[in-house]
């Protein structure tokens, strides 16, 4: 028997989107942290004579994790399309926190081998595969939870809640740093946060237990059958790929400025822990406080204006940018830059989520979305550390990771316009 229909409004509303946001927080909680300490994590796990072929093996696992997504976002998406988004995404908190729990705990190299590498991948292949479809059943539910004329503006929470993990990863960093040695953090402090993350997963489930279905989704007297969701997704697969390549500046832009960013401060450009973690909490607090702009803008004068823009801008000012930073390294510049970096993601990931739900089928739209974000997440954003890495190691250049990112702005521009011209024609010959 299905939960009765949501109507939730005022205080109600708000605690709903509060609900089916805390699972994101948990992902890009545990995320962020990987990339931070991925220096750390390095040397406990994946022991060699190069430093960089140890970071680059640590960011092949962090990748790896992107690889599941896909394979996430058609499982458990189908799954989702069929049985509801609130047992969904109850289910996608639970194969996250398995995930969790085994990074927090799995013992060194040093203490059980080749297993510690390979039991801390399994951690994050089942991470991944939850990912796949957490952020498009958030932002979905998000979607069809909204008032009319503010899609834009709900649908921004998804990824605002994740800049609340940012911060709260960041402000914990920071405190390690001072309370403990520098011997101590290598030797077990990095393992706090993650055992915090841990400690965080029951309030989660709580929260997300108490979800209600949307009222779109009760509505339906159709569920689609996994041979039609994969049907309809082959026959739109066009749109899913241009969905795909309208995300890739939103993944590449954020992981770029939250996960690789400490890694980038510290081996890149020399500076402190301290310099860099503090950035990071900025950038945490200038994407909250952005991506509700944005998603209320494009509420306003439409979605097409908002991604198009600020793709252009993000084009002509990418590398520019970085070759300021790179010509004289400072907190100062680093934290410019980036601020700026962060008004781009902010301005467009606020536009660019509600454009993605509404281009998808409505039958297949978690499983579409999913895919699309996925397929992004795990070319653009989930290699964009061990890009940025291979860039500077090969060009020498610490501008070098100007050029991923001008490729993944070249790749916004024109999904946007293949996508909303497709939207038109649709819209036409109905």
Known sequence: MHEPAAHPSGHAKLGAVLRV????????????????????????????????????????????????????????????????????????????????VLIAFVPDYQQIGLAAPLLVLIGRLLQGFSAGVELGGVSVYLSEIATPGHKGFYTSWQSASQQVAIVFAAAIGYGIQHWLSPEQIAA???????????????????????????????????????????????????????????????????????????????????????????????????????????????DRIGRKPVLLTVAVLALLTAYPAMAWLASSPSFIRLLTVLLWFSCCFGMYNGAMVAALTEVMPVYVRTVGFSLAFSLATAIFGGLTPAVSTALVEMTGSKSSPAYWLLFAAISACIATLVLFRASRHHAERG
């Not at 430093?51 to 962090?62: C, G, N, Q, Y």
């Not at 400025?257 to 980038?264: A, D, L, R, W």
């Open 21 to 100: 946001t805390s699972g994101n927080f948990l992902e890009q909680f545990d995320f962020f942290l990987f990339g931070f300490y991925a220096t750390y994590i390095s040397r406990a796990f994946f022991p060699t004579s190069s430093e960089f072929a140890s970071l680059m093996l640590t960011f092949a696992v962090f990748g790896a994790g992107f690889l599941m997504r896909p394979l996430g976002a058609i499982v458990l998406g189908s799954y989702v399309a069929r049985i509801g988004r609130r047992p969904g995404l109850i289910v996608t908190l639970g194969i996250m926190a398995c995930g969790t």
């Open 188 to 298: 077990w402090g990095w393992r706090v946060p993650f055992f915090i993350g841990c400690l965080i997963i029951p309030l989660i489930f709580v929260l997300r237990g108490s979800l209600q279905e949307t009222e779109a989704f009760l509505a339906r007297s159709h569920k689609p059958s996994l041979r039609e969701i994969f049907s309809i997704i082959a026959l739109n697969w066009r749109t899913v790929v241009a969905g795909m390549f309208l995300v890739s500046l939103t993944t590449t832009l954020f992981y770029f400025i939250t996960v690789y960013t400490p890694t980038f401060g510290r081996k890149v450009l020399h500076l402190s822990e301290e310099d860099s973690l503090i950035v990071t909490l900025c950038v945490g607090l200038s994407n909250f406080c952005w991506l509700p702009v944005g998603g209320a803008l494009s």
